[in-house]
């Protein structure tokens, strides 16, 4: 294993030099577009009206404007409502004060993306009923007072729903495309840089120099996850401006992270289980680690299969909407709130858990990072046992559906 | 320590598809020796010499380098030897000197890689050419860069597919001169295929002529065209694989 460098520091430079590189940094970018009109898709099916439940402790001629007011913004008899808004006593006096005050409790019923969505449209149905009860009542000015609570798996949490979704969303939604990116590169890298190999015939000059033949595969793997983390870290960077471009748009908290948080806010997303514990973070790892052995043994195998660099991009252009299905499905759709036989189809398939992770870690499922820990790196092993089972045998130099073919083609034209 | 640079023997390889390729071939070869393998398209002169590189393993019979079987320990077995390939390149993206020293560096330590790659730099005789990269090389150089690059490794058996193909006649006696030298300066056997029968009578002790996965004859130049009664090697093989018309 001694020239293990020296094979990494040659697959670096390179892939690093190869314009494909540069290519590679667009393909997340364009990710970023897909994901932004996602957003506005999901915004759109979610129902114009939200849900309220409204309770007057005040019952004054104020609140039952205000009931009236916000009838025409929301639903107010409904089964599942998606937030409570608490009318307090002395709710009226405050009124004719000119201070709007009440408690919105924000119920979160899953952590799929449109209920971010949903909490903004019982915000804009408040805020315009509020708008017409000061109109009703005249001349003063309004000033409003909404004490914010979130409502997950029934507790109530101190904090206002944006921090939650920060959390539960901004956040776990970065963690899923950061490995999403990672996991593509990872694997178009290795299998490019094995199929390019051949295309470019060094193959059989590498193989013949004084190194194991899996010393030669693991400097690949190697070099395929320093560069994959080089254009992660680049596109961090960019991922970094496009938050702090959308942060100082909106409130601040909306980029709170289990990380980042501090005092009041801490300690309520503590009480709710909310913030990673030492337990959950390592399995976390563990899993993204799991995956990367996962993709590439997939990148060993589609680049020792095909005979160039353009064989192998069809073929891994074959395996990114295969991982994008899982990516924005745990995006956009809660896997425990689905019935039991889809949600074991959705966890067995093989991309699902490394998707999942990132919701599981900021809502601290233990056992289920566990399971996904478990399941990649069976996957993983089993899938890299044959990858080094073919890199290092004979059918690396002989397989090759293509060259078959042509030498049918030609022994038919000479015959 | 075994005596003999080179040992095959009863040397088959039928591929996955069904060709058989080399039906039992047997020959040795002798330490400062330049062996030849020449015989028609087709014959298995690459899958031969493939082999004895440990990059196929044989379906029959045995090859070992200086008593060390390719097929059992071949890590060994590439230490002993370096092997150009028939059709081969370099990484386009890398400079030649970077080439050179990457082949290097998995060769030797410290001083060792400097010291080879002064060797590789007369060898290849490209000059300043090799600060560029490898893709703005042209057939010919990039032919001498992989020569450079095989020959600094100084190998106890060289093992060359081809070694001139492709290059002018300028540039393939510069190669022809670089390998005579290589095995009188360091006593290292030399295994080579060719089509160029000239070149062959020029460079080898002793030729192999194959011919359908099977020797057809073999000895040294002189003595072969005396037992095919033939005016020059040509006709040597042409006799050999049936196909002369005088
Ligand atoms: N990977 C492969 N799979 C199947 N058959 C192969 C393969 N490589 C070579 N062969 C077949 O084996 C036989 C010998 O091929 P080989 O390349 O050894 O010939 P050669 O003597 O080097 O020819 P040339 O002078 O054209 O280089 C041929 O019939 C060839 O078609
Ligand atoms: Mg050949």
């Known amino acids: 294993m001694g020239k293990l460098n020296v094979i990494v520091w040659k697959e670096v430079l390179d892939l690093v030099r190869d314009p494909k590189f540069i290519a590679g940094l667009f393909i997340p970018l364009i990710v970023f577009l897909a994901m932004g009109s996602m957003f506005s898709s999901t915004a759109a099916s979610v129902p114009q009206k939200p849900c309220i439940a409204l309770v007057d402790e005040d019952s004054s001629q104020a609140s039952r404007l205000f009931a009236e007011a916000l009838a025409r913004y929301a639903e107010l008899s409904c089964e599942k409502p998606n937030a409570k808004v608490v009318l307090e006593k002395g709710f009226g006096a405050k009124v004719r004060e000119g201070v709007f005050d009440a408690k919105v409790y924000y119920i979160f019923s899953s952590t799929s993306i449109s209920e971010s969505e949903v909490a903004s449209k019982v915000d804009d149905a408040v805020t315009a009923a509020a708008r017409d009860l000061f109109l009703k009542i005249t001349g003063l000015k309004q000033r409003l007072e909404l004490k914010k609570y979130t409502v997950y798996k029934g507790r109530v949490l101190g904090i206002p729903p944006e921090a939650f979704y920060g959390i539960v969303f901004g956040f776990s939604n970065t963690l899923i495309w950061a490995v999403f990116i990672v996991a593509v590169m990872v694997f178009q890298l290795v299998a490019i840089s094995i199929a390019s190999e051949k295309e470019y015939k060094t193959l059989e000059i590498l193989l013949t120099q004084p190194i194991k033949n899996t010393t030669v595969l693991l400097g690949k793997l190697v070099a395929s996850i320093l560069v994959a983390f080089l254009e992660g870290l680049v596109m961090a960077v960019g991922m970094f401006f496009y938050f702090q471009g959308i942060a100082s748009m909106s409130s601040p908290t909306a980029t709170t992270t289990p990380f980042n948080a501090t005092g009041d806010i801490l300690r309520q997303l503590q009480e709710a289980g909310l913030t990673p514990t030492p337990t959950a973070l390592a399995m976390y790892l563990g899993l993204v680690f799991a995956s990367l052995i996962f993709m590439l043994s997939i990148g060993v195998v589609v680049g020792a299969v095909s005979n160039d660099t353009k064989s192998a991009g069809s073929l891994s252009g074959i395996l990114v909407p295969v991982l994008i299905v899982p990516a924005f499905f745990t995006m956009f759709i809660d896997i425990d709130t689905l019935p039991l036989a889809q949600r074991a189809a959705a966890l067995l398939f093989p991309f699902t858990p490394m998707f999942v992770a990132g919701k599981y870690l900021v809502t601290n499922n233990v056992p289920m990072l566990l399971y996904g820990l478990v399941y990649t790196l069976a996957w993983g092993i089993g899938l890299m046992a044959l990858a080094a089972k073919i890199y290092t045998s004979e059918s690396l130099l002989t397989f090759s559906a293509k060259t078959l073919l042509k030498r049918f083609r030609r022994s038919r034209l000479t015959h | ?246």
């Not at chain 2, 493939?50 to 393993?57: A, E, N």
């Not at chain 2, 192999?208 to 033939?230: D, T």
Request: charged letters at 25%; hydrophobic letters at 40%; one cysteine or more.
């Open chain 2, 1 to 246: 320590m075994e005596s003999k640079a080179l040992v095959v023997e009863g040397l088959k390889k039928t591929y996955p598809g069904g060709v058989e390729a080399l039906k039992g071939i047997s020959f040795t070869v002798n330490p400062g020796e330049i062996f030849g393998l020449i015989g028609p398209n087709g014959a298995g002169k690459s899958t031969t010499l493939r082999i004895i590189s440990t990059l196929l393993k044989p379906t029959g019979g045995y090859a070992r380098i200086y008593g060390v079987d390719v097929v059992e320990e071949p890590l060994k077995v590439k230490e002993m030897i370096a092997y150009l390939p028939e059709e081969s390149g370099a990484y386009k993206n890398l400079k030649g000197i970077e080439f050179l020293r990457f082949i290097a560096r998995l060769n030797a330590e410290g001083s060792e890689v400097e010291e080879m790659l002064d060797y590789a730099r007369r060898l290849s005789g490209l000059g300043e050419r090799l600060n560029d990269k490898v893709s703005t090389y042209s057939k010919g150089m990039l032919r001498r860069l992989l020569i450079a690059a095989t020959l600094m490794r100084r190998p106890k058996l060289a093992i060359l597919d081809e070694p001139t193909s492709g290059l002018d006649v300028l540039n393939a006696s510069r190669v022809r001169t670089a390998i005579r030298r290589y095995a009188e300066d360091t006593g290292a056997a030399v295994l080579l295929s060719s089509h160029n029968m000239l070149e062959v009578e020029y460079l080898c002790e002793r030729v192999a002529i194959i011919h359908q996965g099977l020797i057809v004859a073999e000895g040294e130049p002189a003595a072969l065209k005396e037992e095919f009664s033939a005016r020059n090697l040509e006709e040597v093989f042409l006799k050999a694989v049936g196909a002369w018309e005088s």
